[in-house]
Structure formats: C-alpha cells, structure tokens
C-alpha cells in the first residue's frame, strides 16, 4: 500500500488549501479513507473520513463546517478542501486506511500564519 499526499503549503488564517491523496497498492474503491494531522510536539489526531462509496463521512468537531472530504474512485484519490483556516490547523497531514493513521504516507505540510 502506498499513499501520496500533496496540496499543503503556508496560508492566511482564513484561507483555504485542498489536499489530494493518491493512493496504490490496494482496491481503494473498497476501502474506508481517512485524513490525521499531526501537530508539533503531538500525537496523530483524526481529522475526517469518508466511506468507500462517499455516503457517510465523519469530521472532528473541530474541523466541522470549514473541512470537506470528498473521494474519486476512479482516480484512487482522496481530497481534503479545508476553508477558513485557523493557526490551530498547522501540523503535518496524513491520508491513511484507519483512523489510528495505518499505511500513512510522509505526509504534507499545513502552515497557517499571518
């Protein structure tokens, strides 16, 4: 299993960013997707998921109403569209098969700062 996350980068507070996860290796379509952050000097913290076929999905409360998970089976991609950024969002982001961050890839940076 591989998984390939891309799209972070330094923002305003109030910006938005939309992170992708590319994934191989396994029949994505079958397979629950999960987003984790991990922040400085923290543990992984789950962010959202969503359901092989997108009709459930579950945020942190946090994150609820600014962060939309959405999938392309098709592509075997994942995507994270997070609006209104707060400086508490900064860490590192992770695609992931569970929501304990299993068969992560290196991740992709999220800084948000004036």
């Known amino acids: 299993v591989k998984l390939v996350e891309s799209g972070g980068g330094l923002v305003q507070p109030g910006g938005s960013l939309r992170l992708s996860c590319t994934a191989s290796?396994?029949?994505?379509?079958?397979?629950?997707m999960y987003w984790v952050r991990q922040a400085p000097g923290m543990g992984l913290q789950f962010v959202a998921s969503i359901t092989y076929d997108s009709d459930d999905r579950d945020y942190e409360d946090s994150v609820k109403g600014r962060f939309t998970i959405s999938r392309d089976n098709a592509k075997k991609t994942v995507y994270l569209q997070m609006d209104n950024l707060k400086s508490e969002d900064t860490a590192l982001y992770y695609c992931?098969?569970?929501?304990?961050?299993?068969?992560r890839g290196q991740g992709t940076q999220v800084t948000v700062s004036s």
């Open positions: 290796g396994l029949a994505f379509d079958f397979w629950q």
């Open positions: 992931a098969t569970s929501a304990d961050g299993q068969n």
